[in-house]
């Protein structure tokens, strides 16, 4: 029953989809008030449905209904109860439920907070989220309905996948969903803008902070998604150049495009088209990546190929969603007059340059990722790119990126003088290259990369500082006083890229100075690793809920002196004896201690393989993407987006008219 | 200089800047392609010996063994037609399992014993990698053909 409650609801979510998006457009173009006011109420009552819909499907996960063939695919009767609630978005047609659950959220959240924008505009944008969602709906509808029932009912389920029962992938999703979809709200206002022709500054500060927030969200998600392959995969590493994260990455670095190009378009009125672009661009690749990971195209371009709804679906659909904003693009941009003049040392000019090299970052990415699945489509055979082709594209694209980005925020808008700045700057230029040279002497030595790594790392930092203190030089009172009255836009973009520089520099430092060392261990063995000393203990049985372990113990001291206890287990799920790595981590602020059980390597499990890695700062990567993701928050929140635009609601209105 | 020059200046940089990045890209692409050979492929001679290759199959029953240092596992990888010995230094993954989808990256050495570097594990028990269930499916027709 509830089920068919679901699959009920779900359809109703799609009429009044329709219903959102066809009346308010509509309406907009013909300037009838009523048929524009039907956008708020239909969009909310959308979020009602979906979310009904994704409760009963929830419910069903909860309740171990294995008549339903997504719960018995997916979970299992001994499986925690909140793993049960996570496996409902653990299957394809879960996670597109939840895709749309997020994108009504978004929906509902733009026509709460949008009373000081004009009617039409807000008819538009949740218009075209309308657009959007049915196309999700249908799609559900269709194709991947996750309310199908087995008949019989199976009698116990296949268990959701041991790897995504860890905590970080709760939250992961969720979060990673939040930031792809609320790019659906620049991406709305973009083609808004490009329907009613109105493309000022007005409207970039009306879309900043939603794209604001959309790309701190897949800040946070992505960074979940590393420290998740981080401590569940057991191989140590925490970024693989995976299409699956490359499929998050790309609408990222769109997207941190975009929030830079849509600063140029609020103040100063240039960039219009480009950042309409970088909207359109930014979105196609969130749905580009939800595809990628959620279709099956990865694991068999062919599988993919003989499904034939579901792979026709899709490819229709991004070809509607772009062809379609690019066509829209290519006639009503010409329109758009541009902006203000700048000069070639200028923040704009900075800023453009950020914007190309982003942008040649997310191409040189895109065809890592996209070229071997055309390859194998076209039957032209199987190869695949790895890790060493990224690196070797991507880290000297960034280098000239992070150089400039000491600089950019420090330049005045129009045009700056480059003495000058050469002055402001020289002190934090040498202390940076001199900290890269001096720093990895006292590691381990001299080592190139490690050297840029820091100075950068530094240099960014450093600028960070200098903004801080150009801007409190000329106010009085006390300086926490003076630090709190600044903007928290200012405050927003100064940790975000404090936020760059940690990562930066915990990449530089895991990268070059990691030591890792698999071994073989007897009870009783020793061995040393960083100047730590790892004694093996043996392992004992360990009952899970839903699993059975070999827990290790393995000691670990320094000098002598014991410090912890380590617990790496080796897991044998029970629903389908999948083994599984648990790896045991000792985290701190500068280095974590890493172990994973292998192997055993006699019958009675007293001899193991035994995998150590010492990572230095590796938590520096996180605690980066944490600020980032705050500083985004926090400049979203910045006071004008919630005084100024009153002020220039009826400034515009009169511009219109004229 | 002139704006105008000023702006032919600036396009050229732009233009240079490009062109030295796609070759760039390019030329990385090019050298990091790892391409994928099956077990019959690799025995008629069409792998390459100096560059590093990815080859899949299933893991020959009986065949897994560890050598004395405990860390070196050595095992036949076959699409049922050929079979090619593969040896790896380090922890195979949780999912590699003899009878089972295997695919693993690494050099041919002249001997004939692939030398993997990396041996892959995927997310799914029930899944096969792609480039095994290929290998697999290319041995099969091909020994339809021969009996035809």
């Given at each position: 029953m509830i089920p068919e409650l679901g699959h009920f609801a779900l359809i109703v979510a799609l009429l009044l989809a329709i219903t959102q998006s066809i009346l308010p457009l509509y309406g907009a173009q013909k300037g009838n008030v009523i048929l524009m006011s039907v956008a708020r109420p239909a969009a909310q009552g959308q979020f009602v449905f979906v979310a009904i819909a994704f409760g009963c499907l929830a419910y069903s996960f909860l309740t171990n209904d294995f008549s339903v063939e997504n719960v018995a695919r997916n979970?299992?009767?001994?499986?925690p109860k909140v793993y049960r609630f996570t496996a409902t978005w653990g299957s394809h047609e879960g996670s597109m439920l939840l895709w749309a659950l997020i994108l009504a959220v978004w929906t509902t959240a733009v026509s709460v907070f949008s009373r000081h924008l004009p009617d039409d505009m807000v008819a538009r944008v949740i218009g075209i989220m309308g657009l959007v969602s049915t196309g999700f709906l249908t799609f559900l509808l269709t194709t991947s309905n996750p309310f199908l029932r087995l008949l019989p009912a199976a009698a116990e389920g296949r268990d959701l996948n041991p790897l995504l029962q860890d905590p970080g992938m709760v939250i992961h999703p969720p979060m990673l969903y939040m930031g792809y979809v609320g790019f659906s709200v620049a991406f709305a206002f973009a083609i808004a803008a490009l329907l009613s022709g109105r493309m000022d500054a007005a409207w970039a500060r009306w879309s900043r902070p939603w794209t604001t927030v959309a790309w701190a969200f897949l800040s946070f998600g992505i960074a979940l998604g590393s420290w998740w392959a981080y401590n569940e995969l057991g191989w140590g590493g925490w970024w693989f150049w995976d299409p699956t994260e490359n499929a998050s990455f790309m609408p990222w670095l769109a997207g941190t495009a975009l929030i830079h190009s849509l600063a140029v378009t609020e103040k100063r009125g240039a960039f219009k088209a480009w950042t309409v672009l970088l909207a359109i661009t930014a979105f196609s690749l969130s749905l580009l990546g939800t595809f990628l990971v959620r279709s099956g195209v990865l694991s068999s371009v062919h599988a993919f190929a003989t499904d034939p709804a579901r792979g026709a679906f899709i490819l229709s659909f991004l070809v509607v969603v772009i062809g379609g904003s690019l066509a829209l693009f290519a006639w009503r941009a010409p329109k758009m007059l541009t902006g203000g003049r700048f000069n070639w040392f200028s923040r704009e000019a900075l800023l453009l340059s950020n914007n190309v090299v982003l942008l040649a970052a997310l191409g040189s990415v895109l065809l890592g990722t996209l070229y071997p699945l055309l390859m194998d489509a076209l039957g032209m055979g199987k190869i695949s790119v790895g890790p060493p082709y990224f690196n070797a594209v991507f880290v000297p694209v960034m280098v000239p990126a992070l150089f400039l980005m000491g600089i950019g925020p420090l330049t005045r808008w129009k045009g700056d003088s480059l003495p000058d700045m050469a002055a402001r700057l020289k002190w934090a230029l040498a202390v940076s290259v001199a900290t890269g040279f001096l720093l990895p002497m006292t590691l381990k030595g001299f080592n190139p990369w490690a050297t840029l790594g820091i100075a950068l790392a530094v240099w960014i930092a450093l600028s960070v500082l200098i903004g801080f203190r150009e801007r409190l030089m000329h106010t009085q009172g006390g300086l926490l006083r003076r630090l709190g009255n600044l903007p928290r836009g200012f405050w927003g973009m100064q940790l975000a890229h404090f936020g760059i520089a940690l990562g930066v520099a915990g990449i530089t430092l895991v990268a070059n100075y990691q030591t890792e060392r698999d071994v073989r261990m007897n009870v009783g063995d020793h061995t040393e690793l960083a100047g730590y000393t790892f004694t093996f203990q043996g392992t004992t049985e360990h009952p899970g809920p839903n699993y059975r372990a070999a827990r290790g113990t393995i000691e670990v001291s320094r000098g002598g002196a014991k410090l912890f206890d380590l617990h790496p287990e080796k897991r044998i799920y029970n629903a389908a004896g999948m083994p599984m790595t648990e790896a045991a981590i000792n985290y701190s602020f500068t280095r974590d201690v890493y172990v994973a059980l292998g192997e055993p390597l006699d019958d009675n499990a007293t001899t193991w393989v035994v995998r150590i890695f010492h990572k230095p700062f590796i938590n520096w990567i996180w605690i980066g993407a944490l600020f980032l993701a705050v500083g985004g928050f926090m400049a979203a929140s910045d006071r004008r987006y919630r005084i100024a635009v009153k002020a220039i609601a009826p400034a515009n209105a009169a511009v219109q008219g004229a | 200089m002139k704006p105008r020059h000023r702006k032919l200046a600036l396009i050229t940089l732009v233009v240079a800047a490009l062109g030295v990045s796609v070759a760039l890209v390019l030329n990385a692409f090019n050298s990091n392609l790892v391409f994928f050979f099956t077990p019959t492929q690799i025995v008629n001679g069409?792998?390459?010996?100096?560059r590093a290759f990815r080859i899949g199959g299933l893991v020959e029953k009986g065949s897994l063994k560890r050598q004395a240092d405990g860390l070196t596992a050595t095992f036949v990888v076959t699409d049922t037609a050929k079979s090619i010995p593969v040896s790896y230094k380090g922890i195979l993954p949780d999912l590699f399992k003899e009878g089972k989808g295997v695919v693993a990256e690494g050099k041919l050495g002249h001997d004939g014993l692939f030398t993997a570097t990396q041996v892959l594990a995927k997310h799914d028990e029930n899944y096969m990698p792609p480039e095994a269930a290929s290998a697999l499916e290319q041995a099969q027709k091909a020994q339809k053909t021969l009996v035809k």
């Open positions: 979970s299992f009767s001994q499986l | 069409e792998a390459p010996t100096n």
